[in-house]
């Protein structure tokens, strides 16, 4: 489900659906929440023999990089415990080589990996110092401008690291129930990617303000921003962040038209997904806002069977 960052980054339907599939899905009341998995941060690195020979995992030779690299293996290959291993000898490896940026990077990657186990409170540890230490680099640089929205901001010098530490931070503070700190901590992530140019990658975080939203309960909000990411990703070939769109528009519309109101803050507790649907004979609004949801969520099919995404023509078979 997890890249490894911008390094990683890839144009094929199967790698860009690899992002997905390794990620924790949210269950919530009357609503399957879905967060992207953030891209792992990395650096470029124009170093390392790509002929040399693999490395064992308990190789004295393996590089701080190289143990990275071997992490990045395991995780998406869903060996998270050998990934931490790795992980967490490539944050001590650049500690002690005073490479602060690179421990932040490799500390952040730990904490994704940790979240992929539900070890909540190394997760938690791990994001928290990665961020320690870019705030002393921004630190040592005061003239550097920043994007800021509640308690998190991103400044120049590190922008493309820190947006993907917070995008990660982010699916934490999610998992953990805490949704309004999310909401505001992707919030300078997607500014970012917008002053970038960064579409897909501003979409998945827009993507996942949506979740965080109607979490919340506001989907009059949540609606109207994933109708915008459906029109910007209209003319979009087929893809996996298009998926995704037209499954959480869909979602959100069924749940507003259930609750009879989209504009609703509040969910009541003990509203079901499964509630059954009014006969076409006695069509209404609420009506037509779940036969909307039906027209989004059979596109979103469409576009799954084309790129032949199984895992998710099956969920959205399930809805």
Not at 28 to 40: M, R
Not at 172 to 183: E, I, T
Not at 205 to 218: D, E, K, M, R, V
Not at 234 to 239: I, L, M, N, Q, W
Request: proline share 3%; with cysteine; aromatic share 6%.
């Amino acid at each position: 489900m997890g890249e490894w960052g911008d390094g990683i980054s890839g144009g094929k339907n199967m790698a860009m659906w690899k992002r997905y599939k390794y990620g924790i899905f949210a269950a919530l009341t009357a609503l399957l929440c879905v967060v992207t998995t953030p891209a792992i941060a990395t650096l470029t690195h124009s170093n390392g023999d790509e002929s040399s020979p693999p490395i064992t995992l308990h190789s004295p030779f393996l590089t701080a990089q190289g143990l990275v690299d071997q992490g990045r293996d395991r995780y998406e290959s869903g060996q998270f415990n050998e990934a931490v291993q790795l992980l967490q000898r490539a944050a001590e490896r650049y500690g002690a080589e005073g490479n602060a940026l690179q421990q932040a990077i490799a500390l952040s990657n730990l904490s994704l990996t940790h979240q992929a186990l539900g070890n909540w409170n190394e997760a938690t540890t791990a994001i928290d110092t990665s961020l320690m230490l870019l705030e002393h680099q921004s630190l040592d640089t005061p003239e550097n401008s920043s994007i800021t929205s509640g308690n998190s901001s991103i400044t120049s010098g590190n922008e493309s690291v820190t947006a993907q530490i917070l995008a990660i931070q982010g699916r934490l503070q999610f998992a953990q129930g805490h949704y309004q700190a999310a909401f505001e901590t992707w919030e300078p992530v997607t500014q970012y990617y917008r002053q970038q140019g960064h579409q897909s990658k501003m979409i998945d975080s827009q993507l996942n303000q949506t979740q965080a939203l109607q979490a919340l309960g506001f989907y009059k909000q949540a609606i109207e921003q994933l109708e915008d990411i459906q029109s910007t990703l209209t003319v979009e070939p087929d893809s996996p962040t298009k998926v995704m769109a037209l499954r959480s528009l869909g979602k959100a519309l069924r749940i507003a038209g259930y609750l009879g109101n989209p504009t609703l803050a509040d969910i009541p507790d003990g509203v079901s997904s499964e509630v059954s649907m009014p006969s076409v004979g006695d069509l209404d609004d609420e009506t037509e806002q779940a036969l909307n949801a039906t027209q989004v969520l059979v596109k979103a099919l469409g576009v799954a069977e084309r790129l032949g995404m199984d895992e998710a023509i099956a969920r959205i078979a399930i809805n």
